[in-house]
């Protein structure tokens, strides 16, 4: 019903407008400076993050991917037969394609994306491709949680939760989400998880500040979306895309630093900065194995098996409730 659909989709994104204006005013608010990394993925951040993906230094996409291929046979069984996979975070479902061609019968592929346009346009390209898969988009928010289709209530369903997105997340706010992807997934189902993992500096500095800027301007992009949709009048080329590593915390930081001292306007609100400061865009979290084991099995999801690259860059792990 497009009616339905249409107005569904308005309400929704009334809602995400007010919750971005929340979000972008408190973090800017806070000291340190903070904005909340999932609001990258508009439609050109969306772009440039499948940009970044394409970047030789950013190995983590090209290893997933590999990993996946090397031994789809062998996590196809593992998920077995039947399955409904539900992915957090899709984005242009390109490693999923790897994982539906060795499926064993399917009954449904539910994407889940906070990028709306991004979302229904691989919905549509995938449906091309696999006619006889019931595919079913939810445009959401998968940290808020969000509602599965009640169909699919008795098929075996496993949460695919690709590109160590998991890393974004600090750790109690990780077992959290993981708690609830434990309820989700069913005694005949799963969680298929990608997982960044610790290593040289260089690489990960290399893979976090890419030679061709790419990664800075989806940084910055973050401004350019601020400006445009809270009507705000951030000089992007004043911030400087800024990645360091934190070895303390094993993961990378990603930050917009201040060139000048200046005053920025968001709708109503004004925010100074100083020279030199920084507001924290992202952070990921790289894990070991034994680690992120660890945590999951502080939600509740105990490990069955794990795949990994000849260079231990990067896990793809299944678990069970
Ligand atoms: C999509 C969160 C996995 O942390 O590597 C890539 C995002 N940020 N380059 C990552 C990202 C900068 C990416 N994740």
């Known amino acids: 019903n497009p009616v339905l659909f249409s107005a569904e989709s308005t309400a929704?994104?009334?809602?995400?407008?007010?919750?971005?204006?929340?979000?972008?005013?408190?973090?800017?608010?806070?000291?340190?400076?903070?904005?909340?990394?999932?609001?990258?993925?508009?439609?050109?951040?969306?772009?440039?993050?499948?940009?970044?993906?394409?970047?030789?230094s950013y190995y983590p996409t090209r290893t997933e991917t590999q990993i996946m291929i090397d031994n789809a046979d062998a996590i196809g069984r593992r998920i077995g037969a039947g399955a409904v996979l539900v992915e957090y975070g899709s984005g242009s479902s390109t490693k999923t394609r790897k994982l539906l061609d060795h499926l064993p019968d399917p009954t449904a592929y539910i994407p889940v994306d906070i990028s709306e346009g991004h979302l229904l346009m691989t919905a549509d390209r995938l449906r091309l491709d696999y006619p006889d898969l019931d595919i079913h988009p939810i445009v959401a928010d998968f940290t808020q949680g969000f509602d599965l289709p009640e169909v699919y209530r008795d098929a075996p369903l496993t949460v695919y939760f690709p590109g160590s997105t998991i890393g974004n997340l600090?750790?109690?706010?990780?077992?959290?989400?993981?708690?609830?992807?434990?309820?989700?997934?069913?005694?005949?189902?799963?969680l298929l998880i990608g997982v960044d993992l610790d290593k040289d500096e260089q690489v990960l500095l290399d893979a976090y500040d890419d030679n061709q800027g790419v990664t800075a301007e989806f940084n910055r992009n973050l401004l350019h979306r601020i400006n445009r949709e809270l009507n705000a009048n951030f000089a992007v080329e004043r911030f400087k895309h800024v990645a360091i590593y934190n070895r303390?915390?094993?993961?990378?930081?990603?930050?917009?630093?201040?060139?000048?001292?200046?005053?920025?306007?968001?709708?109503?609100?004004?925010?100074?900065?100083?020279?030199?400061?920084?507001?924290l865009t992202?952070?990921?979290?790289k894990y070991n194995v034994t680690r992120f084991a660890e945590l999951a099995l502080q939600a509740g999801l105990g490990v069955d098996e794990v795949w990994t690259d000849a260079n231990g860059y990067f896990a793809v792990m299944h678990f069970s409730a």
């Open 282 to 285: 992202e952070y990921s979290h």
């Open 170 to 190: 600090e750790s109690s706010d990780a077992v959290d989400l993981l708690g609830r992807i434990a309820g989700q997934c069913n005694a005949q189902g799963g």
């Open 248 to 279: 303390g915390e094993s993961r990378m930081e990603l930050y917009l630093e201040s060139c000048v001292e200046q005053v920025v306007v968001v709708g109503d609100s004004q925010f100074a900065f100083r020279q030199g400061e920084r507001i």
């Open 12 to 56: 929704l994104a009334d809602d995400s407008e007010f919750r971005f204006q929340q979000d972008v005013l408190a973090g800017l608010a806070k000291t340190p400076k903070h904005l909340p990394c999932k609001y990258f993925y508009d439609e050109r951040g969306s772009k440039l993050f499948d940009e970044i993906c394409e970047l030789d």
